[in-house]
């Protein structure tokens, strides 16, 4: 195996345009699928743990730049993050444990494309977009669009993801973050939601929802947030709510959970969700 380690953005995209090669970010979903021979192991591997300018967090105005390499470690401590995004804060405490959130990076949970990343919840209820970089130059797509099935994604072979665009909670806007699974901890997500919303005169002005594990790529709730759009929270509308969410997701029965408990499961989570911004 040939390992590159480069450290800037054009030595990356030059190894990726003139070779077939496999990105490492922290390693932790290769690692394993390589160790247990799930994948096979690539000839070429560009490792980008070194490429700081990937590890960095901005704010840019109406939205936090994230860097594809950082670590759930450094989004749980920065105060841009704390300040406005604490719902990524805290999907990000709930990934793994310390030994995961140090190693593992948001690029990664993004490019993994499985329908359990925590973190994709919470990027999709925010709007955010991916950044694509390679030689050809800098595209950017709405998250939601970034995938076109179970685990694909439109990354060329030739790109990498560079950054994640996520726009800042607004002042008047509260957001949560529910993960269930078999533990509180350590546990792989058998339904995980994020969910924001704008209160104006007690109604809801602004919303959006992102779940996870209940469909072959992580969903917006768009069917949910219409019901919820301009009405006030009572027990009619949570009763909307939860109905039109259980219909709109679309679980599987697998090793991890049934497809009835996660239909039940995000229908009371969105109820939750109402009850407790109220
Ligand atoms: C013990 C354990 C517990 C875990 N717990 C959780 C959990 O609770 N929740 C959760 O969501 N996940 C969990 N994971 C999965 C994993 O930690 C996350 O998905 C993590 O974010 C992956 O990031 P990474 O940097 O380690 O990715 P890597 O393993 O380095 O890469 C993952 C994939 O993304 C690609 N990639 C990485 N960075 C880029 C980039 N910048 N551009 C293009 N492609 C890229 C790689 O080529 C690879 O295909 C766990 C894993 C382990 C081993």
Redesign the pocket.
């Known amino acids: 195996m040939k390992v590159y380690s480069p450290t800037s953005l054009q030595e990356a995209y030059e190894i990726l345009a003139s070779t077939e090669a496999?990105?490492?970010?922290?390693?932790?979903?290769?690692?394993?699928l390589w160790n247990s021979n799930v994948a096979k192991l690539p000839q070429v591997v560009v490792d980008?743990w070194r490429m700081k300018m990937?590890a960095q967090i901005d704010d840019e105005g109406e939205v936090l730049r994230i860097g594809?390499?950082c670590t759930?470690t450094q989004i749980i401590n920065n105060p841009l993050t704390k300040n406005f995004a604490p719902a990524l804060v805290d999907a990000a405490r709930?990934?793994?444990?310390v030994q995961?959130q140090n190693?593992?990076?948001?690029?990664?949970?993004v490019?993994?494309a499985?329908p359990?990343?925590?973190?994709l919840p919470v990027l999709v209820a925010f709007d955010a977009k991916v950044e694509i970089g390679s030689l050809r130059g800098v595209r950017t797509v709405a998250l939601e669009q970034f995938y076109t099935g179970y685990r694909k994604t439109v990354?060329a072979a030739d790109?990498?993801?560079?950054a994640i665009l996520l726009p800042k909670q607004r002042e008047d806007e509260v957001s949560k973050f529910y993960k269930i699974g078999t533990r509180a901890a350590?546990?792989?997500?058998k339904v995980v939601m994020a969910a924001r919303a704008v209160l104006q005169g007690g109604l809801i002005a602004a919303v959006g929802i992102g779940v996870g594990s209940v469909a072959p790529t992580v969903i917006r709730a768009k069917a949910t947030e219409g019901v919820m759009l301009g009405r006030q929270i009572d027990d009619e509308l949570v009763t909307a709510a939860r109905r039109t969410m259980m219909n709109e997701v679309k679980p599987i029965t697998d090793v991890r959970s049934t497809e009835f408990y996660r239909r039940t499961v995000s229908g009371n989570l969105v109820a939750k969700f109402l009850r407790e911004i109220v």
């Open positions: 496999k990105i490492l970010a922290g390693g932790t979903d290769l690692m394993v980008i990937l594809a390499r759930y709930t990934i793994g444990a995961i190693r593992g990076t948001i690029g990664g949970n490019v993994n499985s359990a990343g925590d973190s990354l790109e990498m993801v560079t350590q546990a792989i997500s």
